[in-house]
């Protein structure tokens, strides 16, 4: 249910339920972390700046004049107004950094430290937290004072490079693709460091510095020792791996004009599409023979689903025990069966929208599972309850700051 501003504790359950956390960030790579951490019960506190907020509140979709991205963006956390120019919200923002055991910024350098949000300064009001800082180029090299994107971090990282075909040009994703995984590794490290903080009894803050290029750079293993030991650049290869063709793998159109993707890596499942093909599988019974005879299978695979509707394709595919799926649109998701009984779409009330759909939480933890108990909230909605019940400021020091512009 969307929150009221008055709840004390979040969504009551899930694995992180007690862990309180303060987000000095915006848009995407930050908040990111932030929620898959409040997914799983963490208090979260989400820090804008009064009057416009996050920028993630006006971009996106509209419907009758409100924002839809925020509303999952923003779901699960607190929202609270706070002016860092003035030195009385920086003080606040002290107070909340002695208050979390996680603090998660995106703030430039010189600005951390100006503001005294940098590790020293954490480290200084809180020697127990851990600080997770994203930033375009990281703390510790040359470039530590430049802003960054997720775009350019995606860039940056090789995977634009080898994105698309060979023939075309380098292409991006269609989402905030780089933001998005820095947010999740940067979550994956809040847990590490979590984890070793329950172990250890000496456990003194930890400070995980973090680059916009480097999670996607992480995760394209092959990128590198390619380079090293062979001199060999990667380059664009459609929808194979760019150092691993499989025998099959490519998006077909069907007579009814949807996309299908098949793929085939083992020896027998790329008989399996020889058989449907009917083509000889002695042909195709050796990894080489595979390799050699992709061309073939890839211009019969195009002219067979052409000749079928896609759901013909997709029978006949699931008979053969080949592997297919349709490519999905927002509305086969919204449609499909399985994300149903996955509990991967569910319905959240909203203030302004009434019930809205949205992604249930994810990954699904049988025991004590988290949960979606609000949708992204109005601007300063939680102020009294962080700022009088949380932190302890009193009535009329919160009217004087509201008074101000500090809040």
Request: proline share 5%; hydrophobic share 45%; with cysteine.
């Amino acid at each position: 249910m969307t929150g009221t501003g008055q709840e004390t504790g979040g969504s009551g359950q899930g694995q992180l339920r007690g862990l309180k956390v303060v987000e000095f960030a915006h848009v995407v790579a930050g908040p990111m972390a932030g929620s898959m951490l409040a997914d799983q019960g963490a208090d979260v506190v989400h820090v804008e700046a009064p009057g416009a907020g996050d920028a993630a509140r006006a971009m996106g979709p509209v419907r009758d004049g409100v924002p839809l991205w925020f509303k999952v963006a923003g779901r699960n956390k607190r929202s609270v107004t706070l002016d860092l120019h003035h030195a009385a919200g920086r003080e606040i923002a002290h107070r909340l950094v002695a208050w979390a055991d996680v603090v998660i910024v995106t703030l430039r350098a010189g600005r951390l430290r100006d503001w005294e949000l940098d590790w020293e300064a954490v480290h200084r009001i809180n020697p127990k937290a851990i600080l997770l800082q994203i930033s375009g180029f990281g703390a510790t090299s040359s470039r530590a004072n430049e802003p960054g994107f997720g775009k350019m971090g995606e860039a940056r990282s090789g995977v634009v490079h080898l994105t698309g075909f060979p023939d075309g040009p380098p292409v991006h994703t269609g989402f905030s693709h780089g933001d998005a995984v820095t947010g999740l590794m940067g979550a994956y490290a809040v847990l590490a460091a979590l984890h070793r903080r329950a172990a250890d009894p000496g456990f003194d803050g930890e400070w995980i510095d973090l680059a916009l290029f480097e999670p996607l750079y992480r995760l394209i293993e092959w990128q590198i020792i390619a380079y090293d030991q062979l001199g060999v650049v990667p380059e664009r290869a459609g929808n194979q791996l760019a150092v691993a063709p499989a025998a099959v793998i490519n998006t077909y159109r069907s007579g009814d004009g949807e996309w299908i993707t098949v793929t085939s890596a083992t020896l027998r499942s790329v008989r399996n599409v020889a058989r449907l093909l009917g083509l000889p599988e002695e042909d195709f019974a050796t990894s080489a023979q595979q390799h050699e005879g992709r061309e073939t299978l890839d211009k019969g695979l195009r002219e067979w689903v052409a000749a079928r509707t896609t759901d013909e394709c997709l029978a006949e595919f699931a008979r053969a025990e080949v592997v297919a799926s349709r490519v999905f649109t927002a509305a086969d998701i919204a449609a499909d069966p399985v994300y149903a009984e996955r509990g991967d779409i569910i319905t959240v009330d909203d203030a302004d929208l009434g019930p809205v759909r949205m992604q249930g939480v994810i990954p699904h933890f049988h025991r004590r599972p988290g949960k979606v108990w609000r949708t992204g909230p109005a601007l300063g909605q939680d102020n009294h309850l962080v700022y009088h019940e949380w932190l302890g400021l009193a009535e009329e020091e919160l009217a004087e700051l509201e008074q101000h512009g500090v809040i």
